[in-house]
């Protein structure tokens, strides 16, 4: 059961990373008129619900696998959760919020400030995924 977990723990925190390494790029790419603007509106929400998900399924299998290792936790496995936990509220948070505005400027048909919101939400993820590496180098490393 635990091997089963571990395996579930590695795929989600794997799709967690890897379903926005190319969002950035497309926001740049796509804001050049509003018909790509739109359709990127669409690709990057249909990617959301599997990032949160993801990001869930990732701190769930964590907690279960400090289940099976009796609550016991190294300092640097402590670290590694703040990590994920500070990973998930940046995204809840900072990173929602300039979605959100981006979606409200292209629907506006504001392209430059929706290529400002864009840049924005970008930082967001690039620190959401900083605290990403930080929790993945503390969990190898503890």
Known sequence: MRTLLLIVHIAAAAAWFGHKLMIPRDIRGSLADHSQASAMIERVGAAAPLGIASALVTVASGVGLLVFNSW??????????????GAIAVGASSARRAWQSLVGAVEGQDLPLAAAFGRRFSRAMGLENL???AALAAMVAG
């Open 72 to 85: 016991t936790a190294s300092a640097l496995l402590g670290l590694g959760i703040m990590a994920a936990l």
């Open 131 to 133: 605290l990403w590496l």
